[in-house]
Nanobody, 120 residues
Framework: QVQLVESGGGLVQAGGSLRLSCVAS????????MAWYRQAPGKQRELVAA???????DYADSVKGRFTISRDNAKNTVYLQMNSLKPEDTAVYYC??????????????WGKGTLVTISS
């Protein structure tokens, strides 16, 4: 059993910053890919940023240069540093990990989401 919990969301003015965290716990053998998704009202869930275990990153075009994804493998944690926030960044942000459990089964796991609201 694996659980992912996001934190760090909140209300911030346009131009401000937030840092999201997501921590995995449970019967984890290893974590491969880590990613952040978001879902805005009336829109589909979209990939925001991803990072491999080796540290290779990828970003949605809309956040390049503003967001930075990082990970701490020892803490089973992924971070999303969000700078120069825009109202269009308002969404529920979800973390997603590819996790190998201690019984050597690989699956995608989702957090329940944290709300980020950017005011203008």
């Amino acid at each position: 059993q694996v659980q992912l919990v996001e934190s760090g969301g909140g209300l911030v003015q346009a131009g401000g910053s937030l840092r999201l965290s997501c921590v995995a716990s449970g019967r984890i053998f290893s974590i491969n890919d880590m990613a952040w998704y978001r879902q805005a009202p009336g829109k589909q869930r979209e990939l925001v940023a991803a990072i491999t275990r080796g540290g290779t990153t990828d970003y949605a075009d809309s956040v390049k240069g503003r967001f930075t994804i990082s990970r701490d493998n020892a803490k089973n944690t992924v971070y999303l540093q969000m700078n120069s926030l825009k109202p269009e960044d308002t969404a529920v942000y979800y973390c997603n990990f590819v996790i190998i459990t201690i019984d050597y089964v690989g699956q995608n796991y989702w957090g329940k989401g944290t709300l980020v609201t950017i005011s203008s």
